[in-house]
């Protein structure tokens, strides 16, 4: 955590909506065949066949750093996140105390397109490029809408800033926040988050 503190430090100047339920086939048309970009988000876990092999314990170095697992995953570009529906938040952000416009698909659409069967039971353990990794409560996902940001104040958000990918909710329109202070209301939301893995509740 202290690492995690000193590293957004140095970057502040740089619900009740889905239904689970929702079938698998009607997100299946978002879900990419292939992956010509550069790789922003690796999904693993509970997911469908997925796109890529195991971890290259050669290549994803990065990943092996941060004890990253897997026998299959899921890859996205931006170009494969930007496919999706995009919803628009405007959260007051613990960093500079000002509301800013953040833009991307929405958590569970995204981990739709890989094949997961969302269940409200499940937890989603998302990493930042830091090193930080939380497990986000599938219910909290649906419920206060969280999204994978790809974009904030129309521009896209930037590596050594809070990107290139925030998984992040609007925190302002959540009764029990009131109380909290802004840096409470985004213990679950991992800036530069890269790897998602579901796992069963």
Same mark, same amino acid.
């Given at each position: /955590?202290?690492?995690?503190?000193?590293?957004?430090?140095?970057?502040?100047?740089?619900?009740?909506?889905?239904?689970?339920? /929702?079938?698998?086939?009607?997100?299946?048309?978002?879900?990419?065949? @292939?992956? @010509?970009?550069?790789?922003?988000?690796? +999904?693993?876990?509970?997911?469908?066949?997925?796109?890529?092999?195991?971890?290259?314990?050669? $290549? !994803? +170095?990065?990943?092996?750093?941060?004890?990253?697992?897997?026998?299959?995953?899921?890859?996205? !570009?931006?170009?494969? $996140?930007?496919?999706?529906?995009?919803?628009? %938040? #405007?959260?007051? =952000?613990?960093?500079?105390?000002?509301?800013?416009?953040? #833009?991307?698909?929405?958590?569970?659409? +995204?981990?739709?397109?890989?094949? +997961?069967?969302?269940? @409200?039971?499940?937890?989603?353990?998302?990493?930042? %490029?830091?090193?930080?990794?939380?497990? $986000?409560?599938?219910?909290?996902? %649906? !419920?206060?809408?969280?999204?994978?940001?790809?974009?904030?104040?129309?521009?896209? =958000?930037?590596?050594?800033?809070?990107?290139? $990918?925030?998984?992040?909710?609007?925190?302002?329109?959540?009764?029990?926040?009131?109380? #909290?202070?802004? #840096?409470?209301?985004?213990?679950?939301?991992?800036?530069?988050?890269?790897? %998602?893995?579901?796992?069963?509740?």
């Amino acid at each position: /955590m202290k690492k995690r503190e000193l590293l957004r430090f140095a970057v502040q100047g740089t619900a009740a909506g889905l239904a689970a339920g /929702m079938s698998l086939q009607a997100h299946a048309q978002y879900a990419p065949a @292939s992956v @010509s970009g550069t790789v922003l988000l690796t +999904v693993s876990g509970l997911i469908g066949p997925g796109n890529r092999g195991p971890i290259d314990p050669k $290549l !994803d +170095v990065f990943m092996l750093r941060h004890q990253v697992k897997f026998q299959t995953a899921h890859a996205f !570009d931006f170009a494969a $996140l930007s496919a999706l529906p995009a919803k628009t %938040i #405007k959260p007051t =952000l613990e960093y500079d105390a000002k509301p800013h416009t953040l #833009k991307g698909p929405l958590l569970v659409d +995204v981990l739709k397109a890989t094949g +997961v069967k969302v269940d @409200s039971l499940q937890t989603y353990l998302l990493r930042g %490029i830091d090193g930080y990794a939380v497990g $986000l409560p599938a219910q909290d996902a %649906i !419920d206060h809408q969280f999204i994978v940001a790809t974009h904030i104040d129309d521009a896209p =958000l930037a590596i050594g800033g809070l990107g290139p $990918l925030w998984v992040v909710y609007d925190a302002d329109r959540v009764p029990a926040n009131a109380s #909290k202070t802004l #840096k409470e209301r985004f213990t679950l939301c991992p800036w530069g988050t890269y790897h %998602i893995e579901v796992q069963a509740g």
